[in-house]
């Protein structure tokens, strides 16, 4: 088939819905902290107004049903979701659920943990109001709005998977979404639920997810590829650890010996290395930041098993002690060797010729190598241009430019005169 | 168990009486459900109730943890503010092991504190509060106003740059307006400048006790400070849109000045450690920090010793849906005094769901009081409290006016100026909004103030420039209390722990006291109080309630603090 400047490449066109450029987004709380929703507000890949205000082009303009967004309060903005639950909206609409989900379904007598609205805002066709005036469960909207949604997100760890209130110790019985609803769960268009984990979650993963789900539903691209658990396979295939900037010291065997060094951080308590999360490849927004980028351990807040799987939070967890006793052993002698190629690259040829680095900074490093490293070099020089030509040898040949040391050329000289500043003079000794 | 109602809208004669229920009261943080009573033809409110709906229970999570588990876990009780969580979580594991951090940590956590505030305050400026105060939603609710408002110049048009009011409500459109997306574009900004040090936003992943754990070299102290340095233009306008938006109201009916009035009652735990005071924080916490902790009772300053702020606190749970905890551990403070058995110190979180019943049981929020007064926390407290127990500032750009704060705004594309907050005679909604302006300022100068004293250490170096000190959590059982400012105000953590673990913990968030329910002698919190002081003197003819929409948005309620 062919494609036009503006596709997105999709290979197959599903019809478009009915309705086609708006989708509503009722945005529920279980239990919560709001965090989820900072995280959208802070997302930039798209906007939230860019989304709202329809400014994507391809891109259904959203309804936001949010209530720390929303102009009404009460009745009026509770309504939608009224009309949504009663199959009475006529637009096509999302749910995304932030918080997790209490077990209080089951409780006996009347009670919630998390609920939005009154009895009179509850659908007549769910089964009359409940409870009279009393405030109806997020839990009920949940298990009423999911069926006829195009799709149900789970943002965070806590909607997702249970997070912090499902864990040990808690009294509300606590669940993510997918627990909730089922393993039976289709929406409407036959999507199961879709986790953006994270506490908090990259907001940028839950804003671009969005965005290529609205893009499916308009039939412009296929549906994104999830893993088995639901997650948007292109942003969780990897650990955390693989694109971590501190992963290479890792590699080296040298390990942060308390919060705050600038080394790997696995023996002060991260996860990294079995975490699947890309905050280390994203950054927390516009790629700044990003946990361990920052100084700051991964304690797992992406993954099922967060939080007790990964607790106590500050001791290394104990896999790390075979592993980071392997790259101790390994990656130290990695390292040494690693150390005498870097020396050698930083030393134009010109200084090796010369016999002497002319910079005033460098007169601590020796320009003539240890003969150690000078066996080394040669072995290593016969590696790298086997099979091919030895260019570089041929800088050997290079006369020494002529007005090269201008200065004592010139009579000029500063030696005396100007002391070195010696104690801004850096030299890394872990390199 | 029966099934208990609200009360149905009352019928008066007139037919006047209806019941105002906004379920939930958008525009806040958390889940906040507020009925109350509207008397049309009197213009006035009768009763108010304010009800948390949402309880996750960390406390109870908590408890049987391992101590180092607490930073990372009662830190995510709040997506907002989880960097005055995480803080005062790591101040109250410090006290327990009798260390503080060192004063490059202690600049750290200074510096996050003061992002997340300039995250927190043009959000609720805004995108809650806001959308009450544009176009849209002032034509709906009152068109003479609108009216008005377009044949109003602006005075501080120079510095906002919109010549009329209108033109300022248009731009506070919700997603459309300038000042909208603004806002969203700067809180954006200020979020990278945050997670360079924090690692991410909200729920910071550096904090630690001892310190943080961030590495933080020159380029970020740039990255940083290239970002805060455009805060002073947008400071200078948001205070100036702010000034503009009260005076037009206030000039439009005087009676917009009792719209959300309530006492000067105020707490606030102090925030900005003085890095250069680490030796004395454990014996004399909070009165080292530039802006100092304060208990304000009708406009007068009561105490400036956190302890005794502290001892103050009770939470009450008559009408929360909680057990009474009663015969609990006795914990007693650093000079051996026992605290009051309903301080959170004592208190034990025993849940217990049920109906929501105005006369009885009604939020997952507790009652706190201090020594018995309902409190306001927030930026706004904190304003006050800089205003009368003084300020500091390693630059001397926040001053304490006795009477005010003075704040020095270095110049960016416009000029530097100066800009003072005074102590208003009238305390209200608008007056609300207008101090969260002006502690933006604040918010902003000392997170400049903070860079440059971080980049001021780390060139002279030494053992000042570290980060992190060392702990062993204690082996025998001890009681401690962290206290700090979140964006919104009062934060303070209390934990038990023996043999290395969590025995009780306590959270007190700032709404807490700002959000709560009635207490045990039926005193109203802040809030609901506010509330029912408001005369509806918005012409309204939908009767969408907009004057106690903007009383309640005035406050920048945090529901998931006030409960947890």
Known sequence: ????????????????????????????????????????LGAIAPRLEELTLGLIPRVPRVVMHHSMLDEDAGADFMAPFQAAADGSLGEPYVVVVEGSIPDDQSLSGPGHYAAMGTGSDWPSSK???????????????????????????????????????????????????????????????????????????????????????????????????????????WMFGETVHRHCMKAGYYEEGVFAHEPGDNECLVEIGCWGPVVQCNITERGAINHLGGCMISGGACIGCTMPGFPDKYSPFYKAPPGSAISGTTSRITGGAIRRLRRISLANGNREPMWENAGEVPSAWGRANPVVPHPAHKINTFFYKKLQYAGTVNHAKRNKKQPLPLSRDILRQKGVDLEASVPVLQEHLVSREEL | ??????????????????????????????????????????????????????????????????????????????????????????????????????????????????????????????????????????????????????????????????????????????????????????????????????????????????????????????????????????????????DDLTNFFYNADARFADVGQGPMNFLDAGLWEDPHAVDSILSSPGESRWSKPAAIVDGVLQTSDLREIDAGVEEFIRHSFYDDWGGGSQVYDASGNALPPRNP????????????????????????????????????????????????????????????????????????????????????????????????????????????????????????????????????????????????????????????????????????????????????????AAVMATPLVTSDAGQSGIDVLRTIRSFDLCMYCASH
């Open chain 2, 1 to 242: 168990m029966s099934i208990q109602t609200l009360p149905a809208p009352q019928q008066t004669m007139g037919g006047a009486a209806r019941n105002l229920r906004f379920d939930p009261v958008t525009r806040v943080s958390g889940d906040l459900a507020f009925h109350a009573s509207a008397d049309w033809s009197a213009r006035t409110v009768g009763n108010a109730v304010a009800m948390a709906t949402t309880f996750r229970g960390y406390e109870n999570i908590l408890a049987g943890r391992d101590a180092r588990d607490a930073v990372f876990v009662s830190s995510r009780a709040c997506g907002v503010c989880g960097t005055a969580h995480s803080i005062c979580s790591a101040l109250a594991i410090e006290a327990a092991c009798g260390i503080t951090a060192p004063p490059m940590g202690i600049v750290a956590r200074n510096f996050l504190a003061a992002t997340e505030c300039m995250i927190d305050h043009p959000s609720h400026l805004f995108l809650r509060a806001g959308p009450d105060y544009s176009e849209p939603v002032v034509r709906r609710t009152s068109p003479e106003l609108w009216a008005r408002a377009e044949s109003t110049a602006a005075p501080n048009a120079a510095v906002h740059g919109f010549a009329q009011i209108s033109q300022i409500m248009a731009e506070l459109t919700r997603y459309s307006g300038w000042l909208y997306r603004e806002a969203l574009h700067m809180t954006r900004m200020a979020r990278e400048a945050n997670v360079i040090v924090g690692g991410k936003y909200p729920h910071p992943q550096t904090i630690t006790p001892g310190g943080v754990s961030s590495t933080v070299d020159a380029t970020d102290f740039n990255l940083t400070l290239m970002r805060v340095v455009k805060f002073f233009d947008y400071s200078r306008r948001v205070v100036a849109v702010w």
């Open chain 1, 1 to 40: 088939m062919s494609y036009e400047v503006g596709d997105f490449g999709g290979t197959a066109k599903a019809p478009s819905l009915d309705g086609g450029n708006v989708v509503h987004v009722f945005w529920l709380s279980g239990m919560s902290c709001d965090g989820c929703s900072v995280a959208m």
């Open chain 1, 127 to 233: 089964g009359g109001a409940r409870h009279g005036d009393q405030p109806v469960k997020a839990t009920d909207w949940m298990w009423a709005l999911a069926p006829g949604a195009q799709a149900c997100i789970a943002i965070g760890t806590c909607a997702t998977w249970g997070g912090i209130p499902a864990a040990a110790g808690n009294i509300t019985g606590s669940m993510g979404l997918t627990d909730y609803l089922g393993s039976s769960y289709r929406s409407a268009r036959g999507i199961p639920v879709v986790n953006v984990p994270g506490c908090a979650p990259v907001g940028d993963n839950f804003m671009e997810t969005l965005k290529e789900l609205l893009l499916h539903f308009e039939g412009h691209v296929d549906l994104p590829e999830f893993d088995d658990i639901g997650r948007p396979a």
């Open chain 2, 345 to 528: 110190a004592n208190k034990q979180t025993l849940p217990q769901p049920g109906s929501a019943d105005p006369d009885g049981r009604y939020s997952w929020s507790t009652a706190a009081r201090w020594r018995g007064h309902p409190m306001e926390t927030g930026a706004q407290a904190r304003l006050w409290a800089t205003a009368l127990a003084g300020a500091g500032s390693p630059a001397g750009l926040v001053e304490s006016t006795g009477r005010g704060v003075r704040m020095s705004l270095p110049s960016g594309q416009m000029p530097a100026n100066l800009i003072e907050w005074q102590v208003p005679g009238r305390w209200n909604a608008f007056e609300r909004n207008r101090a969260r302006a002006y502690a933006f300022a604040q918010a902003t100068l000392m997170c400049y103030e903070n860079i440059v004293l971080g980049l001021d250490l780390a060139r002279r170096g030494g053992t000042d420039v570290r980060i992190f000190t060392p702990y062993k959590i204690p082996k025998d059982g001890v009681a401690a209390t962290g206290h700090w400012g979140g964006a919104r105000g009062y934060v303070s953590h209390h934990v038990q722990l023996d043999n290395r673990v969590i025995e009780n913990y306590q959270i007190v968030g700032p709404s807490t006291f700002s959000g709560s329910p009635r207490d045990d002698a039926g005193r109203p919190g802040p809030c609901e």
